[in-house]
């Protein structure tokens, strides 16, 4: 018996992936940005307790009576020190996640900490638990999402609102499994920038709907107000027993790199990246099939990427670790080449990794005769020229959100053999949602505690072939977001 942490609407079709996840959940997002106690009204914050104990089993066991007896949403955090600076650290930086804090399994190291939130803490017993923690339980029986009305940012506040965010816990009789923590500090979110822990909780909250709805995995979201990447490595360090895997979610490049790494270094979980690690998967299946469109390969094409972030940074790797050999990697000033003057250790390393006959010029110069165009960067950087400059059957890859790159039909009317963008209104969207719910049931069935370049590579070439070669064309190079049998494709391919 234990928790499960499931979605209060589930994800089923295009429509309610939209609200309840991109786009639409940007809207909650600025609304807390603008109003952080917004997020009481747009999450499940108002009525989430966050448990705190030595132990894990004592947390769980403190959570489950809160959740039969109270109805209150209870998360149980083990946090691995008894210090009482790593106590204040590790509550103070949560209170973005929780609506009140419940120390009593932990009074004795609590009761005399001045703790700097907003929140209730729970130090010591009192006659009205409920009363104490201000919680309120909200739930939605509107099951038809087609009967909102509005824009979709419109539709996602209306949903949020009447339920109270977009996942609860739920008591179960099955054996209980850890969750899997959708960690963030916010410095990345969506298309939306930095927008810090409490605006980005809407955004982990659907990450975690999609765990559920895609995998029926139990997630949680986890949002750290602290960006200096050492604290935060620390916080997530000290409560990492709470996890069975961690999804790190929208963590500014560079330092998504140097974080990921330590985690994984202190952490016998299994920790990914999702929004560089996912993108670089599917990227690479949608390559593996659009080349075969083409007739292609992916050893004789020349590439060029705009944009050397934490997606393009891991894309580049992973084409490479696949077999690329010409790719060309631009940031906004343009072409990478060995021996440039750059700052940022990615754009270092990419330097030195690839474009191997040492192109320079702008990401407009440097295109001209190249095979494939993958862009996870910035609105509109081209057009018509650019593509007719490619070679033949040129593939196009314009994933930026929600502006792509080049828009579709301009890019088809200029020559382009294949298309994909990020959005779900368009043919062949690029999106991470394909991966990351299988690579993770995958590697908690399997017992996989790191994600390594061959796994993705695996994983890839898995989801490539869920497109069957009868039914492949330069419409079709890549499964719908919510293909059902997408998830024990990708899961099966997670080996060691």
Same mark, same amino acid.
């Given at each position: 018996?234990?928790?499960?942490?499931?979605?209060?609407v589930?994800?089923?079709?295009?429509h309610? *992936?939209?609200?309840?996840?991109?786009? +639409?959940?940007?809207?909650?997002?600025?609304?807390?940005?603008?109003?952080?106690?917004?997020?009481?009204?747009?999450?499940?914050?108002?009525?989430?307790?966050?448990?705190?104990?030595?132990?894990?089993?004592k947390?769980?066991?403190?959570?489950?009576?809160?959740?039969?007896? *109270?109805?209150?949403?209870?998360?149980?955090?083990?946090?691995?020190?008894?210090?009482?600076?790593?106590?204040?650290?590790?509550?103070?930086?949560?209170? $973005?996640?929780?609506?009140?804090i419940? %120390?009593?399994?932990i !009074?004795? @190291?609590?009761?005399?900490?001045?703790?700097?939130?907003n929140?209730?803490?729970l130090?010591?017993p009192v006659?009205?638990l409920?009363? @104490?923690?201000?919680?309120?339980?909200?739930?939605?029986?509107?099951?038809? *999402?087609?009967?909102?009305? /509005?824009?979709?940012?419109?539709?996602?506040?209306?949903?949020?609102?009447?339920?109270?965010?977009?996942?609860?816990?739920?008591?179960?009789?099955?054996?209980h499994i850890?969750?899997?923590?959708?960690?963030?500090?916010? !410095?990345?979110?969506? /298309?939306?920038?930095?927008?810090? &822990?409490?605006?980005?909780?809407?955004?982990?909250?659907?990450?975690?709907?999609? @765990? !559920?709805?895609?995998?029926?995995?139990?997630?949680?979201?986890?949002?750290?107000?602290?960006?200096?990447?050492?604290?935060?490595?620390?916080?997530?360090?000290?409560?990492?027993?709470s996890?069975?895997?961690?999804?790190?979610?929208d963590?500014a490049?560079?330092?998504?790199?140097?974080?990921?790494?330590?985690?994984?270094?202190n952490?016998?979980?299994?920790?990914?990246?999702?929004?560089?690690?996912?993108?670089?998967?599917?990227v690479?299946?949608g390559?593996?099939?659009?080349?075969?469109?083409? +007739?292609?390969r992916?050893?004789?094409?020349?590439?060029?990427?705009?944009?050397?972030g934490?997606?393009?940074?891991?894309?580049?790797?992973?084409?490479?670790?696949? +077999?690329?050999?010409?790719?060309?990697?631009?940031?906004?000033? /343009?072409?990478?080449?060995?021996?440039?003057?750059?700052?940022?250790?990615?754009h270092?390393?990419l330097?030195a990794?690839?474009?191997?006959?040492?192109?320079?010029?702008?990401?407009?110069?440097?295109?001209?005769? $190249?095979?494939?165009?993958?862009?996870?960067?910035?609105?509109?950087?081209l057009?018509?020229?650019?593509?007719?400059?490619?070679?033949?059957?040129?593939?196009?890859?314009a994933? &930026?959100?929600?502006?792509?790159e080049?828009?579709?039909?301009?890019?088809?009317?200029?020559? $382009?053999?294949?298309?994909?963008?990020?959005?779900?209104?368009?043919?062949n969207?690029?999106?991470?949602?394909l991966?990351?719910?299988?690579?993770?049931?995958? %590697?908690?069935e399997?017992n996989?505690?790191?994600?390594t370049?061959?796994?993705?590579?695996?994983?890839?070439? $898995?989801?490539?072939?869920?497109?069957?070669?009868?039914?492949l064309?330069?419409?079709?190079?890549?499964?719908?977001a919510?293909?059902?049998?997408?998830?024990?494709?990708?899961a099966?391919?997670?080996r060691?």
């Open positions: 018996m234990g928790l499960k942490f499931v979605p209060k589930k994800v089923t079709d295009k309610s *992936l939209a609200v309840i996840y991109t786009p +639409g959940v940007a809207a909650a997002c600025l609304a807390i940005k603008e109003n952080i106690d917004s997020s009481f009204d747009y999450t499940n914050r108002e009525n989430t307790v966050g448990v705190f104990a030595f132990d894990y089993e947390a769980l066991k403190r959570a489950e009576f809160l959740k039969t007896s *109270l109805n209150i949403d209870a998360v149980p955090i083990e946090i691995s020190s008894d210090k009482k600076e790593d106590i204040k650290l590790v509550v103070e930086n949560l209170e $973005a996640t929780f609506g009140a419940d %120390l009593s399994q !009074s004795d @190291f609590a009761e005399d900490i001045d703790f700097e939130v929140i209730p803490v130090v010591k006659s009205d409920k009363e @104490f923690f201000l919680c309120v339980s909200k739930n939605i029986f509107m099951l038809d *999402l087609n009967k909102l009305t /509005g824009t979709l940012g419109e539709q996602s506040l209306t949903l949020r609102k009447m339920s109270g965010g977009s996942i609860e816990a739920e008591y179960t009789k099955d054996k850890k969750p899997v923590g959708v960690v963030t500090e916010g !410095s990345a979110v969506l /298309g939306l920038g930095n927008i810090g &822990a409490f605006a980005a909780l809407p955004v982990m909250e659907g990450k975690s709907v999609l @765990f !559920s709805s895609l995998a029926g995995l139990s997630a949680i979201p986890i949002c750290i107000k602290e960006q200096i990447s050492d604290t935060f490595v620390k916080i997530v360090k000290l409560i990492g027993n996890f069975s895997a961690i999804n790190l979610e963590i490049a560079p330092r998504c790199f140097g974080i990921e790494k330590e985690i994984v270094k952490l016998d979980i299994p920790v990914f990246h999702d929004d560089a690690h996912g993108t670089s998967v599917v690479l299946a390559i593996y099939n659009a080349l075969k469109v083409t +007739g292609k992916l050893e004789d094409v020349k590439i060029v990427m705009s944009g050397a934490a997606a393009g940074y891991t894309i580049a790797k992973l084409l490479l670790f696949a +077999g690329a050999k010409n790719l060309i990697v631009c940031d906004r000033e /343009g072409a990478l080449v060995s021996g440039g003057s750059y700052e940022k250790p990615n270092i390393e330097s990794l690839t474009n191997p006959n040492g192109e320079t010029g702008t990401l407009k110069e440097v295109i001209k005769k $190249a095979d494939v165009f993958i862009g996870v960067s910035a609105p509109n950087l057009d018509e020229n650019d593509i007719k400059n490619m070679a033949e059957k040129p593939i196009v890859f994933l &930026a959100n929600p502006t792509p080049i828009m579709p039909e301009i890019a088809e009317r200029a020559g $382009a053999e294949v298309v994909a963008t990020g959005r779900s209104d368009f043919k969207q690029i999106n991470n949602c991966a990351f719910p299988g690579l993770f049931k995958g %590697l908690l399997h996989v505690k790191k994600v370049s061959e796994i993705k590579v695996n994983c890839a070439k $898995a989801l490539a072939s869920a497109v069957s070669e009868d039914k064309s330069k419409d079709y190079i890549i499964p719908d919510l293909d059902e049998k997408v998830v024990d494709i990708i099966g391919a997670v060691v």
